[in-house]
């Protein structure tokens, strides 16, 4: 026997439906995860699309709100970089071909 959570009545362990309240003790499935809502697959997507993968980021019901700024913050910051990085690259070269000529 056990309790239940809704009005702390004995019940069958093996209950499913409080016979006292009516309540249903089974839970909802796990929300499935789709293939574009994977971590993995959104750090794949950045790589390719960069900022532009945050829709998924924003749509994604497994994230918490929370998450989501972290996560968005987060490729914000790396395509920042990646910009930053792109033109010292750019900036490095372009001095290298003056030297040579
Ligand atoms: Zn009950």
Not at 42 to 57: C, M, S, T
């Given at each position: 026997m056990r309790k239940c959570p809704f009005c702390a009545e004995e019940i069958q362990d093996?209950?499913?439906?409080?016979?006292?309240?009516?309540?249903?003790?089974?839970?909802?499935?796990?929300?499935?995860?789709k293939w574009y809502n994977k971590t993995t697959t959104i750090l794949a997507g950045f790589l390719v699309l960069g900022p532009f993968v945050l829709p998924l980021v924003w749509t994604?019901?497994?994230?918490s709100q929370q998450k989501k700024i972290i996560v968005s913050a987060l490729i914000i910051a790396a395509t920042i970089l990646m910009v930053y990085a792109t033109g010292a690259m750019m900036k490095q070269m372009q001095d290298q071909y003056k030297m040579l000529f």
């Amino acid at each position: 026997m056990r309790k239940c959570p809704f009005c702390a009545e004995e019940i069958q362990d093996g209950a499913i439906k409080c016979r006292w309240c009516n309540e249903f003790f089974v839970e909802k499935p796990a929300v499935q995860a789709k293939w574009y809502n994977k971590t993995t697959t959104i750090l794949a997507g950045f790589l390719v699309l960069g900022p532009f993968v945050l829709p998924l980021v924003w749509t994604n019901p497994r994230y918490s709100q929370q998450k989501k700024i972290i996560v968005s913050a987060l490729i914000i910051a790396a395509t920042i970089l990646m910009v930053y990085a792109t033109g010292a690259m750019m900036k490095q070269m372009q001095d290298q071909y003056k030297m040579l000529f």
